[in-house]
């Protein structure tokens, strides 16, 4: 049965001591094989020495308040995207290509980079990934925010469009091959879907 969820920030440290119930939401939510579990641990190991760094859990708030929180139900979890970075470098070259240097500049400048949001398939369609991206983003000093997602109509594509994130590369595969990605950026901070439904898209954050 789905619960509601309270939201909790984790530190570098404790997200680490986390990755083993981060891994299970991930593998389920994904629909991940489990031999691509290692390479997503020493990706989540490397994130978390980003710089400012933010992560996230969604947990059952039904649990007992004596027994410590209640299970895991999601997570997300974002650092400021900078040069250097696998992900910024990949996507920084194909969006030069794609909107031009001096867009692509203005959107990644000043970038917080959303890595990951993911809620245990049994627990989702209660609001609750709504909720981990609006406080994931709640607060920081970032001009934008820029992720990837499969370039598929999905519930994760669903929720960053109602966001206000628009489409800046689609049909995207990253370097070593990988399926269609679309790339989507936001002008933080996200508004709520009433507030991007009347504005007009545009690629320039500027607008
Ligand atoms: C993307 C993801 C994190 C969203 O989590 P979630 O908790 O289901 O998100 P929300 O509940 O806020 O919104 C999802 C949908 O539920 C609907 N919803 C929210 N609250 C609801 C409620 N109380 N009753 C009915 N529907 C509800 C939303 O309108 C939305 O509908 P849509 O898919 O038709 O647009 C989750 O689907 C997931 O983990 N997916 C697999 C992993 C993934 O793709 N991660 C992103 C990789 S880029």
Known sequence: MATAATLSDLGPRD??????VLLAIYADAMDAEAALLP??????????????????????AAADPGSGGGQVLGFTYGFRGQPGQWWYDAV???????IGPALTA???????????????????????????????????TERTALLSTPDRDTTARRLYRRMGFCDLLTGYSFPGGSPPYAVMGAVLPLRDRVVAASLPRSASPRA
């Not at 997200?15 to 083993?20: A, K, M, R, S, V």
């Not at 390479?39 to 059952?60: S, T």
């Open 15 to 20: 997200f680490l001591g986390e990755t083993d």
């Open 39 to 60: 390479g997503r641990r020493e990706l989540m190991r490397r994130h978390a020495g980003y710089p400012a760094f933010k992560a996230l859990l969604a947990k059952d």
């Open 92 to 98: 920084q070259s194909a969006l030069d290509l794609a």
């Open 106 to 140: 203005s959107w990644l400048a000043d970038c917080l980079e959303v890595a990951e949001v993911h809620v245990r398939k049994d627990q989702q369609r209660r609001g609750t990934g709504t909720r981990l991206l609006m406080a994931l983003t709640d607060g920081r």
